[in-house]
């Protein structure tokens, strides 16, 4: 009996280290798996991306190129007076006609005996361009004589000329030079002709 027991004894001590590693052997095939399938399960989890703004497109700017107005004549205040302290003239205009062949200077009298000299017959009045230097001259017409108002200066009252623009040197915008005898006036702007007034039907 007893030479059994120490048998099964010497046995279990033989078959001792072979039952610890079929131990762990069975633990770690139950542990393994389970990690494993833990970080395949953190792996094939689908990652959220972060939105990515995008930047706002902002309006297209306006049109930089404002629709052009019409030419003006741009001479200050104090040009103004001594125009009229001088001359004797105010409210100067030099202006195309519609067919663009003819710019008409005209002025107003505030002083006669200043002004007589724009009036005087015996000068022959200059229109100058201020960029091409280019030089119109008052026409003449075998009836009517040159196209100027020679009549004595009257206060109050305004007078013209017009010079000849047949090859459109001189046009709405450019400045221009008034040249009359001892009487000069610079600079001056070139208005477009005034659009004839619409006539209503009845």
Known sequence: MATVTEGIMVSNLKLGPKL?????LLT???VIPAVLS?????????EVAAPVSTPTSSPAPASAHPAPSPATDTRSPRADRMYSLIWGIR???????ASGSIIRFS?????PAKAKVLNDPKLNPVLI????GDKLT?????????LRQVADPEEGREYWMVFLNNNRFVKPGSKVDIKIGTFRADGLVVEPSMAAPAVKKP
């Open 20 to 24: 610890v590693l079929l131990a762990g």
């Open 28 to 30: 770690n095939a139950l």
């Open 38 to 46: 833990q970080a395949a399960q953190g792996k094939d989890k689908p």
């Open 91 to 97: 409210d100067m205009h030099v202006r195309e006609t």
């Open 107 to 111: 002025y107003r009298i505030v002083d």
């Open 129 to 132: 361009d201020s960029n091409s």
């Open 138 to 146: 008052v026409p003449e017409t075998e009836n009517a004589g040159k």
